[in-house]
Nanobody, 124 residues
Framework: VQLQASGGGLVQAGSSLRLSCAAS????????MGWFRHVPGKEREFVAGISRSESRFYLESVKGRFTISRDNSKNTVYLQMSSLKPEDTAVYYC???????????????????WGQGTQVTVSS
């Protein structure tokens, strides 16, 4: 499985961005998908996840601002980010868990495949 993330950029606080993650494979609809972010010097942080049954999970600090969604016909998962804040600045990664349950979705070790990351920079 290969994951290709895109959509990052430099924006001002209060702006919106939509990240996309395109996945290879013919069974994308069976994958659980997550978005994480990483700031140098800190641990990789869970941001949002969507199960294969489309249950959605969020980091508390992004609830109401970020929305995760998926389009199985396009093998793509999205992260719509609104009301961006400087503290959202990070490299954002998408990840796939291709089998099993999705109980520990906040843990990076649960995921089998990772994309290359896309930089999001929010200026104040």
């Amino acid at each position: 499985v290969q994951l290709q993330a895109s959509g990052g950029g430099l924006v001002q606080a209060g702006s919106s961005l939509r990240l996309s993650c395109a996945a290879s494979g013919r069974t994308f609809s069976s994958y659980h998908m997550g978005w994480f972010r990483h700031v140098p010097g800190k641990e990789r942080e869970f941001v949002a996840g969507i199960s294969r049954s489309e249950s959605r999970f969020y980091l508390e600090s992004v609830k109401g601002r970020f929305t995760i969604s998926r389009d199985n016909s396009k093998n793509t998962v999205y992260l719509q980010m609104s009301s961006l804040k400087p503290e959202d600045t990070a490299v954002y990664y998408c990840a796939a868990k291709v089998s099993g349950t999705y109980y520990y979705f906040r843990s990076p070790t649960e995921y089998d495949y990772w994309g290359q990351g896309t930089q999001v920079t929010v200026s104040s």
